[in-house]
C-alpha cells in the first residue's frame, strides 16, 4: 500500500501486536505503546497470555488516537485499527446500551460502539465513507468454558488447559467474523461459503486495483461482484504449537487441522507427532462433540 501511494498508518492495543515483532513494516504511523501490568512488569516479558492481556489500550484511546491521524490525511490512506477489549478478563467498562448476555458480549458491545464512533468521526470531518473499503475480521474467537453450546473449555468440558483460545483448534475459537464494506460491494449481502483470514490482503488488494503479492490466499472479490461469481471451495488450515508451552499440563501435542466446506462440511484434527487424528461431522454434529478417531497417519488413506 504504501508503494502505492498510500499513507499508511495503525494504532495496535496489545503486546502480541508490537513492532519487536516486525509487524511495523511499512507503516508511516505504528502505535503500538501499551501500559505496563498492573504490579508494574513490562508485559512483552510476561508469558502467560491471561496475565499479558491486562495490558491494552481501551477502545476509546484507540479511536481518538485514529481519528487524530486519519482526520489529518487529505489523500489516499490504508489504516489498521486494532481493539483487544474482548479478551479476558471480560470487564466492559461502561454500558453502551446493547443488551448482552455475558460480560465477553459487553466487551464485544464496547468494541463496536467505538468502531461506530471512529466511522463518525470520519463522516464528521468530511471523510465520504461510502468511498471507503472497510473489512472488519477477527484473528479469533474465545471458547468461554461453558458459555456458548459450542465451547470446549474447561475441567467439566474436558479441557482444563484452553483459557479462552490458544490450545484446541474447534470452531469456538476459529470461525471469525467478516464484514466488508466498500464501493461496488454490495450491500446485506451473506455468503455462507468458507473463505480464510489468508483471502483478505489479495482481497483488498484486488478490490484497490492494485498489483497481487504472492500468497496462500485466493481474492474474494468473486464473491462482492454486482453479480456474485461461483468459485471453488477453500480449504482452511489451521494450527496451533501453544500446547507444547503450556506449563502445569505435561503431554500436551501440538495440533493441525483441515476444514472441508464442499459436500457435507467436516473437519479433521490431528496431533503433531502422534497418530491420534480425530474426524468431526460438521454437518450433523456442528459442535464438535463426537469425533470419529481416525488410524494412520495425515496424508495417507488409511
Known amino acids: ?20 515483532y516486525g509487524m511495523d513494516r511499512g507503516f508511516d504511523l505504528y502505535d503500538d505503546e501499551i501500559p505496563r501490568l498492573p504490579d508494574g512488569r513490562d508485559p512483552l516479558t510476561v508469558g502467560d497470555v491471561k496475565m499479558r492481556g ?25 489504516f489498521f485499527a486494532h481493539f483487544f477489549d474482548a479478551h479476558w478478563p471480560y470487564e466492559p467498562p461502561e454500558d453502551v446500551g446493547v443488551e448482552v448476555a455475558n460480560a465477553y458480549e459487553g466487551e464485544v458491545a464496547y468494541s463496536d460502539h467505538y468502531v461506530g464512533r471512529l466511522l463518525d468521526a470520519l463522516a464528521e470531518a468530511g471523510h465520504d465513507l461510502d468511498s471507503l473499503l472497510v473489512v472488519c475480521f477477527s484473528d479469533h474467537g474465545e471458547d468461554l468454558a461453558g458459555w456458548y453450546p459450542n465451547d470446549h473449555a474447561g475441567e467439566e468440558l474436558g479441557h482444563p488447559y484452553e483459557e479462552g483460545h490458544g490450545c484446541l483448534l474447534f470452531d469456538a ?12 460491494v454490495p450491500r446485506r449481502r451473506e455468503i455462507p461459503d468458507q473463505v480464510r483470514l489468508v483471502d483478505l490482503m489479495p482481497t483488498v488488494l484486488d478490490l ?11 481474492s474474494l472479490a468473486g464473491y ?17 504449537y501453544f500446547p507444547a508451552e503450556r506449563t502445569g499440563y505435561p503431554g500436551l ?14 473437519k479433521v484434527i490431528w496431533q503433531v507427532g502422534t497418530n491420534a487424528i480425530d474426524h468431526y461431522d460438521l454437518d450433523t454434529d456442528p459442535n464438535e462433540r463426537h469425533a470419529h478417531r481416525l488410524t ?6 488409511d
Open 1 to 20: 500500500m504504501k508503494e502505492a501511494g498510500y499513507a499508511t498508518g495503525a494504532v495496535v492495543s496489545c503486546p502480541g501486536l508490537n513492532k519487536w
Open 54 to 78: 491486562l495490558a491494552l489500550k481501551r477502545a476509546p484511546v484507540v479511536m481518538e488516537r485514529s481519528v487524530d491521524w486519519l482526520t489529518r490525511q487529505d489523500g489516499p490512506f490504508f
Open 173 to 184: 475459537t476459529q470461525r471469525v467474523p467478516l464484514i466488508v464494506a466498500g464501493p461496488g
Open 208 to 218: 484497490l486495483d492494485l498489483k497481487p503479492e504472492p500468497s496462500d490466499g485466493l
Open 224 to 240: 462482492l461482484a454486482p453479480e456474485p461469481v461461483e468459485q471453488e471451495p477453500r480449504v482452511a488450515y489451521a494450527e496451533t
Open 253 to 266: 501435542s501440538p495440533l493441525h487441522a483441515v476444514r472441508l466446506s464442499h459436500g457435507r462440511p467436516q
Open 296 to 301: 494412520g497417519q495425515p496424508g495417507t488413506t
